[in-house]
């Protein structure tokens, strides 16, 4: 399994981005999936996810209200929108696909059977 993520770049705060993960194979539809970012320096933290179907979501505080998951099983691709980017969103970004009918979205990495590898989001002020 392959995971494809793409769409970072450089922006000012306030702009919005959206984030791309493309996963190969044809049991997409059976994975929960997760973003997750790295900041320099930092762990890796949990951003978003979204269960199979697309019917729950998970957020962490710092995005909520700002940030969007959602997903294209027909497209295997599984999307954040990112909107009123802050200086602090700055990270590398990570998809991840678990493989467990988790319900709701897990939060925690070591779930996560397959990882992308990572693209940026740098942020300035």
């Known amino acids: 399994v392959q995971l494809q993520a793409s769409g970072g770049g450089l922006v000012q705060a306030g702009d919005s981005l959206r984030l791309s993960c493309t996963v190969s194979?044809?049991?997409?539809?059976?994975?929960?999936m997760g973003w997750f970012r790295q900041a320099p320096g930092k762990e890796r933290e949990f951003v978003a996810g979204?269960?199979?179907?697309?019917?729950?979501?998970a957020y962490a505080d710092s995005v909520k209200g700002r940030f969007s998951v959602s997903r294209d099983n027909a497209k295997n691709t599984v999307y954040l929108q990112m909107n009123s980017l802050k200086p602090e969103d700055t990270a590398v970004y990570y998809c991840?696909?678990?493989?467990?009918?988790?319900?709701?979205?897990?939060?925690?990495?070591?779930?996560?059977?397959?990882w992308g590898q990572g693209t940026q989001v740098t942020v300035s002020s």
């Open positions: 194979g044809s049991v997409f539809g059976t994975y929960v």
């Open positions: 991840a696909a678990d493989t467990s009918p988790r319900f709701p979205p897990a939060q925690v990495m070591a779930v996560y059977d397959y």
């Open positions: 979204i269960t199979r179907g697309g019917k729950s979501t």
